[in-house]
């Protein structure tokens, strides 16, 4: 059996090491970690850190004792500037320990990396999500050397919903509830059974009750949340037992949540938590919880929710969309998908719940139900590349002797695709994500030895219920007379057709829509060249859809304004509906509500805006006099000159036009300072959330 090693940070070394009672897990790791003789080092760096502490009794401590642990020496020399470069900027002294400690499991010299500082987490994550999977907090690594080293057969856990009155408190489970809160008995009895509220809860096969959340609805005149909205999750109680071995049931709670709030249509979940529980936080963060406030002591997360498709943003990856939006994800025409075919015996494995009659649906009688965690590994030896992260998976279960057979039955979207050259490179690149112990790798390792291995890991976006079966695969085109033994790409039209087809409880293929309005001159065009910046959207232009339809130059749109408004507005419709790009999930048209036709204002009907299915409109404005010099200056329109006073007056009379048409069409009318660029795009990232 190859020999991990694992590098243990500061926080880590003095919880094993104070003069205290020291937490079941820790014990627990350092327990498996002696047992199995595996590598605990410190790094070199650990003693400047340690000198840090301000309690001198502790550091005295830890110091006399960080010899008892293989010491890991750093690269030398190594340059501050490219340590910047890699890992983000310094603000505090330890800093620069963390990113030499980063550096080092970087390079490779151990494994993993365990800490409980979620500053090292976060800077891992940005530098690649491969990185990320080896920094471990304590409890992970304890489930990774129990899956190392004591594999036990694969368990199905199920979350299941059961009412507060249900469950037996004096269970030990509730013990440590108990201490941190000496009224939870009184609590329980007096909020929980009383009310009857909700519970989901897991139980593992050996441990009994290993998982819980408590939750209930609430609303925006009744809520703790800093942001009021009108339905609203809050979850109560979320706790996993300290007992639980080898799987991530912290991850299969927090997905029931994503689920359940995704299917019926909540606006935003939240919880509070107190600012030591590093681990819940940081996986509350990844997967785009928000810290807004405190109540009291606790801190309060949220995350909003929505059925709107995501639109692509220029700064961050699909991949990372995905996970900050989970379970909706990023389809437009730069997503590339790919077909995966995976064996009745390893779908089985990675998908207990699609195997096990006995297991219950963790949506209370819906048919979809995702799998044990969110985050996945498939391995393979398939020669195809995959495209880049955020890229669709649809995985086909071949010929089966049990149900259901020959079928895509799940939906994944691409994190990264590391090749594998050893056992050691295995272990290393999935993080113990991977459903088999090391035995078991080591046992498909030598079915062909000599050839590498593709760790692929994913999102479980949703599991297809019912399954898209072989017959109808051959009537989309994507299989012809059999099925593909590898992996293959899927062409995009037909894609289409497959999401449609997968019933997902939010439409990717939707597209947002915005109206930017505002009177000539207020300096929409720039306002629109420094948003995309930011974001990917299409931008069309009313003058521009006008001499489309009309099939003139769009230089002559100064001359449309003296043309029949009604007509002008019908030809805009066609224009649009010509042009609209139908795999943008954003596209922004940029005109006017009111139009100065030579005989005074004219104002665009409600209807026009409804054609053309806007969804949010933003009327942009600035200082009549910045106004006034825009149109002066702009030799490239023939406009009417206004007086200042004028200007300011149609700007009153082109929102108050806005306003109604918002009203009219029941949507949301947002006044934005058109230097407001940050305020816009807020605008945008929120009505994908509402």
């Keep these: 059996m190859s020999q991990q090693s694992y590098l243990i940070d500061t926080n880590i070394l003095i919880e094993l090491e104070d003069d205290h009672t020291v937490e079941e897990v820790y014990l627990a790791f350092l327990a498996l970690a002696n047992k199995y003789k595996v590598n605990i080092y410190v790094h070199e760096t650990a003693r400047d850190d340690l000198l840090q502490d301000r309690d001198e009794k502790r550091r005295d401590v830890s110091l006399s004792k960080i010899g008892k642990y293989n010491i890991l020496k750093g690269q030398r ?3 501050i500037e490219k340590l910047k470069n890699l890992f983000g900027s310094m603000k505090k002294r330890n800093d620069v320990v963390d990113m030499k400690i980063l550096h080092s499991l970087d390079q490779g010299s151990v494994d993993f990396l365990v800490t409980q500082d979620k500053g090292i987490h976060q800077r891992a994550q940005r530098f690649s999500s491969d990185l990320a999977r080896r920094v471990l907090f304590i409890n992970d690594a304890k489930d990774l050397l129990i899956q190392t080293y004591e594999p036990r057969h694969v368990r199905f856990c199920h979350v299941e919903k059961v009412e507060a009155q249900e469950i037996d408190i004096s269970n030990t489970f509730f013990d440590s509830l108990r201490e941190g809160y000496p009224k939870f008995n009184t609590w329980w009895k007096e909020k929980c059974i009383r009310e009857h509220r909700s519970c989901w809860v897991v139980y ?11 939750w209930k609805d609430e609303n925006k005149s009744n809520t703790d949340a800093v942001t009021k909205l009108e339905k609203i999750l809050k979850i109560c109680t979320f706790k996993v037992s300290s007992k639980s071995r080898g799987i991530k049931l912290g991850e299969l709670l927090l997905k029931q949540v994503f689920w359940y709030a995704q299917r019926n249509r909540y606006n935003l979940v939240y ?61 437009d025409d730069e997503t590339r998908s790919f077909g995966i075919p995976i064996k009745e015996d390893y779908h089985d494995i990675l998908y207990p719940d699609l195997y096990d009659p006995r297991q219950k649906s963790m949506f209370d009688s819906k048919s979809k139900k995702p799998g044990n965690t969110i985050r996945k590994v498939y391995l393979c030896r398939a020669q195809s590349k995959l495209g880049p992260p955020g890229s669709l998976l649809f995985f086909y279960k071949g010929k089966s002797k049990n149900e259901p057979s020959q079928c895509i039955t799940v939906l994944g979207v691409l994190d990264s695709v590391k090749t594998a050259k050893s056992i050691a490179d295995l272990m290393r690149f999935t993080g113990g994500r991977s459903v088999y112990s090391e035995d078991e790798l080591r046992k498909k390792w030598n079915e062909s030895p000599t050839r590498p291995m593709k760790v692929i890991n994913y999102l479980l976006v949703s599991y297809i219920e019912p399954e898209i079966s072989i017959h109808e695969l051959v009537s989309f085109g994507i299989i012809k007379k059999h099925p593909q033994q590898s992996i293959y790409e899927i062409p995009h039209e037909k894609v289409k057709k497959l999401i449609k087809r997968a019933k997902l409880d939010f439409d990717p293929m939707t597209q947002n829509i915005i109206a930017v309005t505002g009177i000539s001159g207020v300096g929409k065009t720039t306002f629109l060249e420094k948003l995309s910046e930011r974001i990917i959207f299409q931008h069309l232009t009313g003058g521009n859809l006008i001499a489309t339809a009309r099939k003139t130059s769009p230089d002559s749109r100064d001359q449309m304004r003296y043309m029949d408004i009604d007509e002008n507005q019908r030809f805009l419709i066609e224009g649009f509906h010509a042009l609209r790009d139908q795999d943008s999930r954003l596209i922004i048209v940029d005109g006017h509500v009111i139009i100065d036709n030579g005989n005074g204002l004219s104002k665009i009907n409600s209807e026009v805006f409804k054609e053309i299915d806007v969804n949010i409109m933003i009327h942009l404005e600035a200082d009549p006099n910045r106004i006034f010099n825009n149109r002066l200056k702009d030799e490239s329109r023939n406009r009417p000159i206004f007086s200042v006073d004028i200007l300011k007056e149609h700007q009153d009379i082109s929102r108050a036009q806005a306003e109604k048409i918002s009203s009219d069409l029941g949507i949301k009318l947002y006044v934005i300072d058109c230097d407001d660029i940050d305020g816009a795009f807020k605008v945008i990232q929120d009505s994908y959330l509402e």
């Excluded at 593992?204 to 408590?214: E, P």
């Design 77 to 79: 020399g190594v340059d």
């Design 271 to 331: 919880l509070t938590t107190y600012e030591d529980q590093t681990s819940l936080i940081s996986l509350l963060e990844y997967y785009g919880f928000v810290h807004l406030g405190n109540k009291g002591k606790e801190c309060i997360f949220e995350r909003k929710f929505s059925s709107k498709p995501l639109c692509r943003l220029k700064d961050t990856n699909s991949f990372d969309q995905a996970c900050q939006s989970y379970p909706r994800f990023l389809f």
């Design 204 to 214: 593992d096969d050996y441990d009994g009750l290993a998982g819980l959340i408590v």
